[in-house]
């Protein structure tokens, strides 16, 4: 899994190209589908088939909660699947891009909770900078200690 934050456009086929170092996570899967979906309508998500596999199981076992099921109901409404292309290149659903407003913005994609990538709009990766520039670093750095931080 890649550990740092690179920067992304959609093409005017609407595919996302990634950086090579995620290429490469991807290469290394058994499987070279994915599921580019968002659970809430904010940021979009590339998931490798199987761990896509996993949140449907997820999903499927909480339908009593009404999260859950927004949750699956954004996904099959905006989700799709297809393979990354040997350039690195991930088709992104036009109901996505319309809904999150990707087309023609500069994008950010993150590695997250390490088996998925997250696709984050000028939004969305504005909001992630502001909590960082609020922050206050060393009790940050205090919190973590005591919480056992490597």
Not at 58 to 72: C, D, V, W
Request: hydrophobic share 40%; net charge negative; proline share 5%.
């Amino acid at each position: 899994m890649p550990r740092v934050i690179a920067k992304a456009r959609i093409d005017d086929k609407g595919r996302i190209k990634l950086a090579a170092d995620y290429l490469h996570f991807f290469e290394a899967l058994p499987e070279q589908k994915v599921f580019v979906t968002s659970l809430d309508r904010r940021i979009a998500e590339i998931y490798p088939i199987s761990t896509w596999r996993e949140m449907e199981r997820f999903l499927a076992e909480k339908e009593h909660m009404p999260e859950a099921r927004r949750a699956a109901n954004n996904a099959a409404l905006l989700g799709g699947e297809c393979d990354v292309d040997g350039q690195g290149r991930v088709n992104i659903n036009s109901e996505l891009r319309r809904v999150l407003g990707l087309d023609g913005q500069d994008l950010h994609i993150q590695p997250y909770k390490r088996n998925r990538i997250r696709i984050l709009s000028e939004n969305a990766y504005a909001a992630m900078m502001a909590e960082l520039e609020g922050a206050d670093p060393e009790k940050d750095e205090e919190v973590l200690r005591n919480a056992g931080r490597p």
